[in-house]
T-cell receptor
């Protein structure tokens, strides 16, 4: 089975722009979660989608949004980028209480 | 709210020796999962071991084992016969049983260096 695939792997954006990251879960997994990883804050939960519905949301501003498609692929969007949004964004697909992670997207905001 | 605490920011161990990483957590839930994840420099988060809270037996996976003390809310990871490839950040994580299992709560991590 293919693992969790995140695209792109690296991204450089300018303050004020918006960005969309993509995540393809493991086949058959309906739960997709997103995390932000920074040196200062560590790993923080952004949101989880299950069968196209947002099931849970972390403590992030409304500039962070996501969606899930009928094939379970998920996208997250960050609007009006700030320097502090520079981070590694990890996606995970879950099944039976176990999360499998992608390799992440490294976002740099300049 | 659930919290996960890893009190050792960095640790080192000689190759072939044994090392124990500590983790404590706080929750009012009775059923939950606990995990140890490894993140090498490649950034890929890899599941090392999983423990279901309702199981009294400690989980083991080859050289990796846990000491799960539910009453003390403690979940330590023991790595035996350490190998150079074990060098990585190790994260302890918690999630509720049932419902939103995709919401993992992580500790700050322990950076483990295995020295030759």
């Amino acid at each position: 089975k293919a693992g969790v695939t995140q695209t792109p792997r690296y991204l450089i954006k300018t303050r004020g722009q918006q960005v969309t990251l993509s995540c393809s879960p493991i086949s058959g997994h309906r739960s997709v979660s997103w995390y932000q990883q920074t040196p200062g804050q560590g790993l923080q939960f952004l949101f989880e989608y299950f069968s196209e519905t947002q099931r849970n949301k972390g403590n992030f501003p409304g500039r962070f949004s996501g969606r899930q498609f009928s094939n379970s692929r998920s996208e997250m969007n960050v609007s009006t980028l700030e320097l502090g949004d520079s981070a590694l964004y990890l996606c995970a697909s879950s099944f039976d209480g176990q999360a499998f992670f992608g390799q992440g997207t490294r976002l740099t905001v300049v | 709210a659930q919290t996960v605490t890893q009190s050792q920011p960095e640790m080192s161990v000689q190759e072939a020796e044994t090392v124990t990483l500590s983790c404590t957590y706080d929750t009012s839930e009775n059923n939950y999962y606990l995990f140890w994840y490894k993140q090498p420099p490649s950034r890929q988060m890899i599941l090392v071991i999983r423990q279901e809270a309702y199981k009294q037996q400690n989980a083991t996976e080859n050289r990796f084992s846990v000491n799960f003390q539910k009453a003390a809310k403690s979940f330590s990871l023991k790595i035996s016969d350490s190998q150079l490839g074990d060098t990585a950040m190790y994260f302890c994580a918690f999630t509720r049983f049932g419902g939103s299992q995709g919401n993992l709560i992580f500790g700050k991590g322990t950076k483990l260096s295995v020295k030759p």
